[in-house]
T-cell receptor, first 112, second 109 residues
């Protein structure tokens, strides 16, 4: 089946540890996105990528890093520099700049 | 960058009532999308509507790009319509896709 797969669904980490969230798509989409959602809040853009080997910071990129070495993969690393990493993280992809976006199921990260 | 605002922030309806949700954006858009987030956090695509009007069952949407707003209409609401409704938009020349603050809808039986 075509779609966007985020893994794991739930992730627990100790404070001070880096953690990488996976996002894979088999839709052959060029653009991919990472968003953060805090309880009762909207989605805020962390990073986005229009094409392989290229990505741009969103509105809240501090404490996060990404890579786009393959078209189908856009992993997000939450570093120890991110002060409040506990949140729901959503990955999305779009074929290009003029079509609808599709979302994965999300990863709930809890840092203790 | 583009600003996206939604109203009302919260809405409580009796089952069977109709409602209108609004999305205002600060710049011309080339992408405009409506989503429904269910209680498990999943974002469900409702409409891709940078301009014009679309309908899908009890839901319809209209975007008036020249006046920088979009409306989502829900008719004969059901309890399963409960959740948060988001709009998202981007402007020409950028892939940056920004979400509004959302409307939290609760439909009572």
């Amino acid at each position: 089946d075509g779609g966007i797969t985020q893994s794991p669904k739930y992730l627990f980490r100790k404070e001070g540890q880096n953690v990488t969230l996976s996002c894979e798509q088999n839709l052959n989409h060029d653009a991919m996105y990472w968003y953060r959602q805090d309880p009762g809040q909207g989605l805020r853009l962390i990073y986005y990528s229009q094409i392989v080997n290229d990505f741009q910071k969103g509105d809240i990129a501090e404490g996060y890093s990404v890579s786009r070495e393959k078209k189908e993969s856009f992993p997000l690393t939450v570093t120890s520099a991110q002060k409040n990493p506990t949140a729901f993280y959503l990955c999305a992809s779009k074929p290009d700049g003029y079509t609808e976006a599709f979302f994965g199921q999300g990863t709930r990260l809890t840092v203790v | 960058g583009i600003q996206v605002e939604q109203s009302p922030p919260d809405l409580i309806l009796q089952e069977g009532a109709n409602s209108t949700l609004r999305c205002n954006f600060s710049d011309s858009v080339n992408n405009l999308q409506w989503f429904h987030q269910n209680p498990w956090g999943q974002l469900i695509n409702l409409f891709y509507i940078p301009s014009g009007t679309k309908q899908n069952g009890r839901l319809s949407a209209t975007t008036v790009a020249t006046e920088r707003y979009s409306l989502l209409y829900i008719s004969s609401s059901q309890t399963t319509d409960s959740g948060v409704y988001f709009c998202a938009a981007s402007t020409s020349g950028t892939y940056k896709y920004i979400f509004g603050t959302g409307t939290r809808l609760k439909v009572l039986a």
